[in-house]
């Protein structure tokens, strides 16, 4: 049984392992290898991701994590010679009567943070969008330098660019992890080879929970299947932002038409691709007529299922080691729909942590793992 060695073993050659990977090669670490089992990302969950890329949060690390990673995609191109089509055509939340508190709660510490926003009443609202139903709106939030890229461009990008620099990818499996004292030591992969390490990274996405299993690493974080639309209107509306209305209908240009979904959070739990035709037509297409009347005269071009790594203790992300029982294991995952966005600040922060042994441009701290082990949820306000 061959093994070999490495400073950096990365499980998941998703978005966010590969923006790890690239952020450790441009800080000049020697030996970094990605595992992962399909480089065709046949069910990763980034290629079929919205693509939204928001600063609307309640949470400041959320927030400047989004404005770090939103300049980093805007000069992506210049990175790592990938366009990711980044569409500046902001962000719009709406709530009824009754929410106004939270959303201006989080206007008041976007805005604190140096976010480009505006809070909007229901006249406001009314006027600036006269073909969106809003009788039943009372406030909005405006993000006008928010917006949305190509999903698969951003992976794709990373990964090439992690190689260019030195990465190595494996195509494979990690099917063990051995440890010795509060270390990690090796990794066992399918093919038989281990993988000798200094650090490991756990950038599973949806299998992150089952990787962690194996180094006896408990994790909240389950599979939850969500699907995507893509329709098109005979007229077009007129330029619009990406809008979020209180029943967490998503709606957004894309080409000719618009990306449109539904997440509905009472999904079973479990690795489930099949799509539900019925989910359009029973949920998604009335909540599209009722908020936008144009779209009672849609057409429904293509759908697909993905998968959110959803967070069960709190909706955000689990980063950073189990100090004490695995301090070179690190674990990013959970995002729960929030990863693509906010993968370069990820990456940034994991080699911090791993050649610093600390955040140093962004404190991330509330997001480890003890919150998990204490049960001490840190989650997101308002429309997520």
């Given at each position: 049984m061959s093994t070999t060695r490495q400073d950096v073993a990365i499980i998941g050659g998703g978005v966010i392992g590969c923006a790890a990977a690239y952020f450790l090669k441009l800080v000049g670490v020697g030996r970094v290898t990605v595992i992962e089992p399909d480089p065709t990302y046949a069910k990763a969950s980034s290629p079929v991701a919205t693509g939204g890329c928001r600063r609307l949060f309640a949470r400041p690390e959320n927030i400047r994590m989004s404005q770090f990673s939103i300049d980093f995609f805007k000069a992506f191109e210049t990175h790592t010679d990938?366009?990711?089509?980044?569409?500046?055509?902001?962000?719009?939340?709406v709530v009824t009567a009754g929410h106004e508190k939270v959303l201006e709660q989080n206007y008041r510490t976007e805005k604190d943070l140096g976010v480009k926003v505006e809070l909007l009443g229901a006249k406001?609202?009314?006027?600036?969008?006269p073909w969106m139903r809003n009788d039943d709106l009372a406030l909005g939030v405006l993000s006008p330098e928010d917006g949305w890229l190509d999903p698969?461009?951003?992976?794709?990008g990373f990964r090439k660019k992690a190689q260019a620099l030195g990465a190595a990818f494996v195509k494979d499996r990690v099917v063990d992890v051995y440890t010795s004292g509060s270390r990690v030591t090796e990794l066992e992969i399918g093919s038989g080879q281990r993988i000798e390490a200094e650090t490991v990274i756990n950038a599973a996405g949806c299998w992150a929970a089952s990787v962690a299993k194996l180094a006896g690493m408990d994790l909240p974080v389950n599979p939850m299947r969500r699907f995507e639309h893509y329709v098109e209107l005979g007229d077009p509306l007129p330029p619009m932002p990406l809008i979020k209305d209180p029943e967490r209908l998503v709606i957004r240009p894309e080409g000719k038409g618009y990306a449109v979904g539904l997440v509905d959070g009472r999904?079973?739990?479990?690795?489930?691709?099949?799509?539900?035709?019925?989910?359009?037509?029973?949920?998604?297409?009335?909540?599209?007529?009722?908020r936008i009347p144009a779209f009672e005269k849609l057409k429904l071009k293509r759908e697909w299922a993905g998968l959110y790594d959803e967070c069960e203790l709190d909706g955000n992300m689990i980063l950073g080691n189990w100090p004490g029982r695995l301090d070179n294991?690190?674990?990013?995952?959970?995002f729960s729909g929030h990863g693509l966005m906010h993968a370069p600040a990820v990456g940034r922060a994991l080699a911090e942590l791993i050649v610093k042994g600390r955040f140093?441009?962004?404190?991330?701290?509330?997001?480890?793992?003890?919150?998990?082990?204490?049960?001490k949820p840190y989650g997101e306000?308002?429309?997520l």
């Open positions: 990938v366009d990711v089509q980044w569409k500046e055509g902001g962000y719009l939340f406001e609202i009314a006027k600036r969008y698969n461009s951003v992976l794709q999904e079973p739990r479990g690795f489930n691709y099949e799509l539900d035709p019925s989910w359009f037509e029973r949920v998604v297409w009335p909540a599209l007529a009722s294991f690190y674990v990013a995952c959970g140093e441009t962004l404190d991330l701290a509330r997001m480890n793992y003890q919150r998990v082990l204490d049960k306000t308002g429309i």
